[in-house]
């Protein structure tokens, strides 16, 4: 849906009004251009007094007569939401903004986040990443069931396994016989035949000779190698072998060569969760240049998307997105203390009153042996810190037995609350109804004993926050980035201060809107008006969709 009400074309010119009185109400106060900004979805006339300089503003379709002693300095039209992205993106996707809800493990972006954002016409990934395949698919037909005959967009997530291949297996199954149409693979460091193959079925030839595809891969990276693997067309060797195994037919494989992977890429800057921390001033150029360079090889037919994520928790941040040539953005940490997000009101309460830095590095659950990190909330939890001692344990030494006696008392009494034999009864009694392999490897490594002792503790951190433990709420692990207290800087004070007030639609309606007004500020600024720093600020408020 395009918003209406609009002029063809902002007009930049000098013209001089001559021998007619200013008949509008123009509006010459000091306060002007912080209005006009405010009114951003509204045609704007600018004029200058020229005996005082003064800047006044008008609104409407039309431009008002001047007189003598007043420019005209710009009509500009008015500037929407619904556009500061890319109208393909919007017409790909069947959605009204170029805003989307990233998914959060375990479910977090739950089945009800991925609603309200559909039915507000916005894109959500559900969070499958860490739910078993039975609770996905169940996930997924309920999300289907309520969405039914609207034509609603939604995806889910397909994280990488390395350690499991057959999980993403699996999930595509899933993905491919629900008819899921949009799927974020995120964790990639390599591609594997199941995100091929849901990229590459069903692509076909339209009419009109372009390529159509009937699923939409986002791919989730922070690197210019990764996404490589994924602007490109999907490697031959992968696709021949799933037409030998009778995934893709050759239509299919000979169309899957003239068309990138995947058509949306998020890069991802200093997010919750995996990051590599980089900024996304820096880093979304680069993708950029990367397309280019893709582009160039490749004469792609439709040009990729490529959105921004990381660190984007206001207005100012989505405008400096869109700003910088982003298609779409993709929010997570403050999505998480939403209502509708599947985690506890302790976990909420403790993400709304973090600040910009209360957010640390901590050691993955998933790539603990490899040291990966994960971006955590710091405040009012001690998980940080108590993993990251268990993750230098790890590096130093063979196997627990090597830990000094004092040490293991300390991390039992601080750490795990339980005697480390009582967690390793635990853990094997948990692999050997699961992967017995990993049971028989610990018994035989004891350095693999004890990565698997340890991330019970990193594992575990996470339910606990999910299901609001009060007697581990030191524990909580609770993914999260800077992007959380900006936004509560942001909030404060306004009715997005309150969690109940927090939905998701409202969240992403409140930065999409303040995006605008900021857009506004700016293109003001960028025609050498006197733009004051308010008309850069925008608080939030209720708004309807
Ligand atoms: C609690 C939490 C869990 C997340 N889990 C996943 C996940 O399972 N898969 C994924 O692709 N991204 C995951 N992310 C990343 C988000 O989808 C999103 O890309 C990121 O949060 C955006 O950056 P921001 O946190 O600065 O807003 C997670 C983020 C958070 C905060």
């Known amino acids: 849906m395009m918003p209406a009400n609009t002029l063809e074309n902002g007009a930049v010119d000098g013209y001089v009004g001559r021998n007619v009185e200013l008949d509008v109400a123009a509006d010459f106060s000091a306060n002007a251009l912080v209005a006009a900004a405010a009114r951003c979805r509204e045609a704007v006339h600018i004029f200058r007094s020229e005996p005082t300089g003064r800047i006044g503003v008008s609104f409407g379709d ?18 929407y ?51 078993a395949p039975s609770d996905v698919e169940a996930n997924i037909l309920a999300i289907q069931s309520e969405l039914a005959n ?29 008819q899921v149409r949009r799927v974020s693979a995120s964790a990639f460091m390599r591609l594997t035949p199941a995100v091929v193959r849901y990229a590459c079925t069903g692509l076909s030839l339209a009419p009109d000779g372009t390529i159509r595809r009937a699923n939409h891969l986002f791919a989730k990276l922070s690197r210019a190698e990764t996404a490589r693997l994924f602007m490109a067309p999907a490697p031959a060797e992968i696709v021949s072998a799933l037409v030998q195994r009778g995934l893709l037919s050759e239509r299919e494989a000979t169309l899957a060569a003239h068309v990138p992977l995947a058509g949306d890429i998020t890069v991802e800057a200093d997010s919750g969760g995996h990051t590599d921390n980089r900024p996304l001033t820096a880093l979304l150029p680069a993708l950029f240049e990367l397309r280019a360079e893709l582009q160039a090889t490749h004469r792609f037919a439709r040009a990729i998307r490529i959105g921004a994520a990381g660190g984007i928790g206001t207005p100012g941040g989505v405008a400096a997105a869109f700003g910088l040539g982003a298609a779409y953005v993709m929010t997570g940490s403050t999505n998480q203390a939403s209502v509708e997000a599947g985690t506890s009101e ?39 810190g108590r993993a990251s001692l268990l993750r230098e344990l790890y590096r130093a030494h063979a196997s627990l037995e090597d830990i000094p006696a004092e040490t293991v008392a ?63 709420k030191t524990d909580f692990q609770i993914w ?37 007004v900021i857009t506004r500020a700016q293109q003001f600024r960028s025609i050498g008006l006197p733009v004051p720093d308010a008309a850069f600020a925008y608080a939030p408020k209720p708004l309807a969709c």
């Not at 008002?64 to 007043?70: E, H, I, M, R, W």
């Not at 039915?119 to 739910?131: C, D």
């Not at 590095?361 to 998933?366: I, K, T």
């Open 81 to 131: 939401p619904e556009w500061l992205g890319s109208s393909e993106f919007l017409e790909t996707h069947g959605v009204r903004f170029p805003y989307t809800s990233g998914a959060m493990a375990h479910g977090i972006a739950s089945p009800r986040l991925v609603l309200a954002m559909a039915r507000s016409e916005l894109l959500a990934f559900y969070g499958s990443a860490g739910v």
């Open 150 to 178: 609207t034509g609603a967009s939604w995806g889910s997530d397909l994280i990488h396994t390395p350690h499991d291949p057959t999980i993403e297996d699996t999930l595509v199954d899933l993905y491919l016989r629900h």
């Open 346 to 384: 302790l976990a909420k309460e403790m993400l709304a009153a973090a600040e910009l830095t209360d957010v640390a590095m901590a050691p993955s659950p998933d790539m603990f042996e490899m040291g990966v990190k994960v971006q955590v909330l710091k405040r009012g939890t001690m998980f940080a």
């Open 480 to 516: 999260c980035g800077p992007a959380m207290g900006a936004f509560n800087r942001w909030a404060k004070g306004s009715f997005l201060a309150d969690l109940p007030n927090r939905s998701v639609v409202q969240i992403a309606l409140n930065l999409l809107e303040g995006a605008a």
């Open 62 to 79: 039309r431009v008002d007569a001047l007189a003598n002693d007043y420019s005209h300095v710009a009509s500009l039209p008015g500037v």
């Open 410 to 472: 300390r991390i039992e009494r601080e750490i795990f609350q339980r005697p480390l034999a009582d967690v390793w009864a635990e853990t094997r009694g948990f692999f050997a109804g699961r992967d017995a392999r990993e049971v028989e490897r610990a018994e035989r490594d004891p350095k693999h004993k004890m990565a698997l002792v340890f991330r019970w503790y990193i594992g575990l951190a996470s339910h606990w926050a999910i299901q609001g433990v009060p007697g581990r």
